[in-house]
């Protein structure tokens, strides 16, 4: 195959992924890194399907991690209604509707440092409530162990998610109360005990490219890489350290999507976070770029989402089906031949 002189190559062993070779990548003419990510993205993945998963606050406030980004630390003194554990059926309703609404999966985040075993029946209870209703079920609990993780799988959940958030190096200006390595522990737990794993981060938390091209080389270098990536745009929240933080353009994100997707072909690449902030034509990039999967719903944890009906329109305008998105199984050579 010739090679591009253009366009250094992607490393095809990922192991061997280093910041350098992925501030490379960040590096390229926009275009070039565009082109290469879409061919990758294109290979692997039907591209005019994206997947919609709903995020549910299942217990919010009061948290004892002190994230500067976040809402939810007790650390700060924010605007948002502290609530315990919801109820099972409640949850189950809101499971409903998200299905009703379009989505194929409901993420349950709850703001905790770690799962406690004292709410792993609720929990459990929880997760098979959810899957009745015939969604899949992600959860994000904090930190997990590997006998909580086992039994989380046999209660029915798909995916756990645990962001690294950052580099590693960055992590420690951001939280000062739960190092990284526990991070990637909790990850290694939910593996084992056949979980599909999502982990991602931040974008725009005061950290530098350096810092988001270490993040994403931690993350390709994970054994096996995650199953899914959530990207997101940091919203900053009055009353956190970071509320004055100096913003990142979009076209950084997109930077960041496309570099995602040349490291983790295999990953579903989720837009997260700060879609409101983002133009129609922003997204459109990211979807080009390798995004194909977003928090689908007018709520985040806290914070606000695109409303349904705008994202349908945006959907429409850009010819994307919402469903479960397949990796291809046909090799790129068989496809070649396609209309498509
Ligand atoms: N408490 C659990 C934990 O931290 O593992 C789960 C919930 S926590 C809110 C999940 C993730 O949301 C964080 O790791 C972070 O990546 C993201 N997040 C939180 N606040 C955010 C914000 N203001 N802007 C963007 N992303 C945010
Ligand atoms: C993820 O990566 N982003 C979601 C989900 N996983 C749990 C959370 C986004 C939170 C945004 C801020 C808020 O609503 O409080
Ligand atoms: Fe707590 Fe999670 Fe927020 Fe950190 S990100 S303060 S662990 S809810």
């Not at 990510?37 to 039907?46: G, N, P, S």
């Not at 630390?73 to 809101?94: C, G, K, N, Q, W």
């Not at 703001?111 to 609720?122: F, G, H, M």
């Not at 974008?203 to 054994?223: K, N, V, W």
């Amino acid at each position: 195959m010739a090679i591009d002189p253009v366009v250094p190559a992607v490393q095809p062993n990922i192991q061997s992924q280093t910041t350098e070779n992925v501030l490379a990548l960040f590096a390229l003419p926009f275009n070039d890194l565009l082109h290469k990510a879409h061919e990758v993205y294109r290979r692997h993945w039907d591209v005019n399907t994206v997947q919609l998963s709903t995020l549910l606050s299942i217990k919010t406030g009061n948290c004892v991690e002190d994230c500067k980004y976040c809402a939810q630390s007790r650390h700060y003194s924010t605007s948002i209604e502290i609530t315990p554990l919801m109820e099972t059926e409640d949850v189950r309703a809101a499971a409903r509707q998200a299905k009703a609404a379009g989505a194929s999966r409901l993420c349950m985040g709850a703001a905790w440092r770690a799962l406690q075993n004292r709410n792993l029946e609720k929990i459990m209870s929880i997760i098979r409530n959810v899957k009745e209703e015939g969604l899949e079920a992600c959860a994000t609990l904090g930190s997990l162990t590997a006998a909580q993780a086992t039994s989380l799988k046999n209660s029915g959940l798909d995916y756990y998610n645990h962001n690294i958030d950052t580099s590693e190096e960055y992590y420690s200006k951001i939280i000062s109360t739960r190092p990284f390595s526990e991070r990637l522990r909790s990850l290694q737990n939910a593996h084992a005990a056949g979980l599909k794993v999502c982990s991602g981060g931040i974008i725009g938390i005061g950290e530098s490219r350096t810092d988001r091209a270490a993040m994403l080389a931690s993350l390709a270098r994970l054994q096996p890489p995650p199953e899914s990536v959530p990207l997101n745009m940091f919203v900053p929240i009055p009353g956190t350290p970071l509320a004055d933080v100096e913003r990142v353009k979009p076209l950084e994100l997109v930077r960041t999507v496309a570099v995602t997707r040349l490291l983790m072909p295999g990953a579903q690449v989720r837009l997260s976070a700060g879609r409101t902030d983002l133009s129609d034509e922003a997204q459109a990039l990211c979807f080009f770029a390798g995004a194909n999967s977003l928090f689908y719903g007018d709520r985040l944890l806290t914070t606000d989402n695109p409303v349904e009906k705008k994202d349908w329109v945006l959907f429409a305008e850009l010819g994307l089906r919402p469903g479960p998105i397949e990796k291809r199984t046909t090799s790129y050579e068989e496809r070649r031949g396609d209309a498509t």
